[in-house]
């Protein structure tokens, strides 16, 4: 393939804003096409960003000549027969997280991209983060010495969509939404060690007119090597997004937060525009963030998969690494669900959704 990888994103809401914006920054990709089932939304996104076609339907996406990769930034319980759509018409393929609903979809995923020789990308744009890369760069430099724990924190008011409360579709809380984020960013700045235990804690406490779903969620997962990851997250944390790491060495420690440094401090008596995603005002004091997608690491993230599909890089983040995060997730909900620690690998048994097994966990349905 030579020149520029089309891109076709399954989407319209904020994460599908955020790719096509992203896109736009990097050399190797643009969209094409973008697809939605609601009336009016792929037509006003490709307005808004000059892509050439809309559709209702996402298999007319899938079918144009012009996509080479295709985008999922849908609702989590159509990720997977997407995928598969998506492989079957020799498109490769980035689905956003979590990869799926079940682990057996991930690897319906994994099988249906490999037999069709496309690639399967998993979107975990903490793997591009400016800060968080440099951080792991000064880790594998031995700055920190030998690293016994990492944190990743990701905290916000609530999700952008109704579908996010519906575990119907999403398949669980905040630990879902953004727990997979913490989870493989841990595996990831330690190497890759293999995860052997998990102890999580989780609650609703402030959503629960919304949803049956945590709001609220802790997450400790130890790994082969000794080092252990500190994940929380929180639908219930106001004043914007906080998302952070600390990094804790025998001989060294540092700390990054997304915001707070690549932020102007500032007070207004009227308000203004936009200052950070979910800030839900900007009179008195805001934080207004600049270069926010570059900061989150999105178009790194894009450029990236277009360069691989280009045949210029290898893969960073593939369907492996969202198949693990979930099995993660899965076994997070269990441990959550009977107050202990639960060792890896673990069967979840009947659950079809990851949140059945903190409101009913599998030692309760034997």
């Known amino acids: 393939m030579t020149g520029k990888v089309g891109i076709g994103i399954i989407g319209s809401q904020f994460e599908a804003e955020a790719l096509a914006a992203s896109v736009g920054m990097g050399r190797h990709g643009r969209v094409v096409a973008v ?9 006003e996104l490709a307005r808004r960003h000059d892509v050439e076609q809309s559709y209702l339907d996402y298999h007319e996406l899938i079918d144009d000549p012009n996509v080479d990769l295709v985008v999922i930034a849908a609702p989590n319980h159509l990720h997977a027969q997407m995928a598969i759509d998506a492989a079957g018409a020799g498109k490769h393929v980035v689905v956003e997280k979590p990869m799926a609903l079940t682990v057996a979809d991930c690897d319906r995923m994994i ?21 968080y890369v440099k951080a792991k760069q000064m880790a594998e430099e031995g700055a920190f010495g030998d690293v016994f724990l990492v944190k ?20 669980g809380g905040v630990f879902m939404d953004m727990g997979c984020h913490g989870l493989s960013f841990c ?22 007119d919304r949803t049956n779903a945590e709001d609220h969620s802790f997450a400790i997962v130890e790994f082969a090597n000794g080092a252990i990851g500190h994940v929380e ?8 997004m906080d998302d952070r790491i600390e990094v804790y060495g025998s001989e060294g ?17 009227n308000g203004y525009g936009y200052a950070v995603e979910k800030a839900p005002s900007t009179k008195g004091w805001s934080y207004p963030i600049y270069e926010e997608l570059w900061n989150y690491g999105f178009p790194q993230e894009m450029d990236h998969f277009c360069a ?3 045949g210029l890089e290898q893969p960073r983040a593939t369907g492996e690494d969202g198949r693990l995060a979930l099995q993660l997730i899965y076994a997070g ?14 069967d979840p048994g009947p659950a079809k959704r990851p949140i059945d097994l903190w409101t009913t966990p599998v030692k309760a349905l034997e």
């Open 111 to 131: 099988d249906a991209c490999a037999s069709a020789g496309v690639h399967l990308f998993y979107a975990e744009e903490l793997f591009f983060t400016p800060k």
């Open 233 to 240: 997250n929180s639908w219930a944390r106001l004043g914007g």
């Open 152 to 171: 990743q924190s990701e905290m916000h008011s609530g999700p952008h969509g109704d579908w996010f409360w519906d575990t119907e579709r999403s398949g």
């Open 253 to 269: 420690v540092s700390y990054a937060n997304l915001h707070m440094g690549n932020a102007l401090p500032t007070y207004s008596e």
């Open 308 to 310: 691989c599909v280009l």
């Open 333 to 346: 909900y269990q441990s959550a669900g009977i107050g202990q620690r639960v060792t890896l690998p673990f």
């Open 35 to 43: 697809a939605s089932p609601t009336p009016g939304n792929a037509a």
């Open 187 to 208: 595996h990831w700045f330690l190497g890759r060690p293999e995860p052997t235990a998990i102890t999580a804690h989780m609650g609703t406490y402030v959503h629960k």
